[in-house]
């Protein structure tokens, strides 16, 4: 690795660590999960940044790795604007292992939440299987599958924090919608 990448190496970690600062001593909270999640993920991103702009544009793995990238962009974009308008975050859900957007009060089960009910998890799983495919490698591919073993147990743990919140209503919306990818997971 040369010096850039070390430096976005320890610059991402530093910025994940202090992201999952209070997750990090609450062991089974969706947010330690994604804690190193989130690592392996820096960790791919940062050994594949040599090879982001280096095959042919046309190629079917750099086209494939693009589309990966521009769902993964959409499902977070789309999700956070969702919970941010229809979840109604609020103060009254304390919980400083949560972000922001996740305090929510209300269940949001329309748009992208429709079909999928982690689409910020699944953006993770598309940003780091197109990365992955800007050069594959076995390192790249063990720490996808790493990234993706943390995701499903994030999720998992999310799902447990929302059924506690959420009630009934939340497991009668875990049935009939999807983890991350609709129709298949």
């Not at 999640?37 to 791919?44: K, P, T, V």
């Not at 999700?79 to 919980?95: E, M, Y």
Request: glycine share 8%; with cysteine.
């Amino acid at each position: 690795m040369n010096a850039v990448q070390w430096l976005v190496l320890v610059i991402g970690a530093g910025g994940i660590v202090w992201l999952s600062r209070y997750a990090l001593w609450h062991p089974g909270c969706h947010g330690f999960y994604r804690f190193f999640a989130l690592l392996a993920i820096l960790a791919l991103i940062v050994i594949n940044l040599p090879y982001w702009f280096v095959e042919s544009y046309y190629s079917l793995r750099r086209v494939s790795a693009t589309v990966l990238l521009f769902v993964s962009l959409f499902l977070v974009l789309a999700g956070v604007w969702q919970l941010w308008r229809q979840g109604r975050p609020g103060a009254d859900r304390r919980d400083p292992g949560l972000a922001g957007f996740e305090t929510t009060r209300n269940l949001v089960t329309t748009g992208v939440f429709s079909w999928i009910r982690h689409p910020m998890y699944a953006s993770l799983l598309f940003l780091t299987w197109g990365v992955l495919l800007k050069q594959p490698s076995l390192p790249g591919f063990v720490l996808a599958l790493t990234a993706t073993g943390f995701l499903v147990l994030t999720a998992l743990a999310d799902e447990r924090e929302c059924q506690a919140w959420f009630g009934d209503a939340y497991r009668d919306y875990c049935r009939r919608s999807w983890r991350f990818i609709p129709g298949l997971w």
